[in-house]
């Protein structure tokens, strides 16, 4: 296979016609009927060119594995998709997506009965019986295939509007850029439902206007496009991820996950919130409000939902990339974010801007850096002794996360990329601009000087 192939616990994905293809569809497929041997199956996807021709390659090897039902949901939103799995007790499925990457690649994530991501052991077991020198063996094809996109959307619109509750939020206006993905019908129906005034621009199925991540670059033009009083909101093209833009400021994604947070937990009480440990403490002082605690554990969305489901956490997420994960959903869910938001606007009888202006303050600093990959153990430990006098929080072992914190308020995180070989990550997130990028300059050095 091409280097541009990424296999890991958050799905499989390269160049479509290169590294992602047909074939390799069909070997994963039949894979995985073979290791978790599925009665009944759902699949659906985003709105890529190559999704239908990878999708029928896939059908065609749960076809030949005999698998009794597949469920057809067709085009819908990742999270939407782990929710029918789970109100059709299908025992498993999978996402066709390559999510916020540009539209030459796609690839797919596999699911469980319950609707989440295969677990890190599952994955890799999967990933090895692909590679092996096994023979395809068509059964005798019986496969019922039904059409369900249609339901499987009500269904999810029905379980927001529960969550979103009684709250008056006719008359709000939106802003809304989906580019072209998967979240278009999802929409414009649940807006309806709402009677929020969402305008929707670039709403043509397949049709990418921007950059497919939605991130400060792709959409800080929305901010010419905003009225008074109103908010834009951008989604990548499976709609896990979204990025809340006002006229004066694209919102942070550890404020996204504040906000979400904020207006779930009303009305609650000891809930326990779990997120990753590069998530800021802004997140820790809004949910205090609410009597929360927050649990913080290793970055990967799987490693927010498996504590989450110890705990019985009604959300969680990661502020790093202003993911909010709601359950009985088992992954990032950009719509459910964005009615939340509302609901607290409806509940607050405030604007965005208003609310905000209510939050502590936090800055957030990143940076991406690179060294040889036999050297990154040395610069962790080094960084490590460097800071000994600080309290220190370690996830994930040896390749794991490494959070100093330098007061109650402000800290300094080292992480090794797990995607890609060689990385080095470096976020300073507090409640002190200066000290914050200070504090970033003195991690990019010491990292220049151990390397």
Known sequence: MKNDLVESFSGIRGI????????LAYQYAYSYCQLFKPHSLIIAGDTRKST????????????????EKIIDAGIIPVQVCEYGVQKFKADGGVYISASHNEPEYNGFKFLKKDGALLYQDQINSLIKEVYKN???????NKTKIIDKEKEIIDNYIDFVLERVGKTKTKGLRILIDPNGGSGIAVLKRLFAKLGVQAEIINNQMGEFKRLIEPNDQSLK????ELKDESFACGFDCDADRVVIVLKDQIVSGQYVLALACDSLLEGTKDQIVVTNDCTSYLVRDIIKNHGATMKEVEVGEMNVVSEMEKQGSIIGG??????????????????????LILKMMADKKKSLDGILDDYPKYFSERAK????????????????????????????GSTGGLKILIDKSLYIWFRQSKTEAG???????GDNQKKVKELLNQGVKLFNKFK
């Open 318 to 339: 990661e502020g790093s990339c202003g993911g909010v994960i709601i359950p009985p959903i088992k992954c990032r869910d950009g719509i459910m974010t964005v009615c």
């Open 369 to 396: 850096l690179t060294c040889s990959s036999d050297k990154v153990f040395g610069i962790k430990d080094k960084i490590e002794k460097y800071f000994d006098k600080f309290e220190m929080k370690k996830t994930g």
């Open 423 to 429: 990385t080095f990550r470096i976020i300073v997130d």
């Open 52 to 67: 239908p021709i990878l999708k029928k390659a896939m059908i065609r090897a749960f076809q030949d594995c005999g698998i």
């Open 16 to 23: 479509y016609g290169e590294s992602m293809n047909e074939s």
């Open 221 to 224: 033009y929305l901010q010419k």
């Open 134 to 140: 096994q023979e395809y063996v068509t059964k005798d």
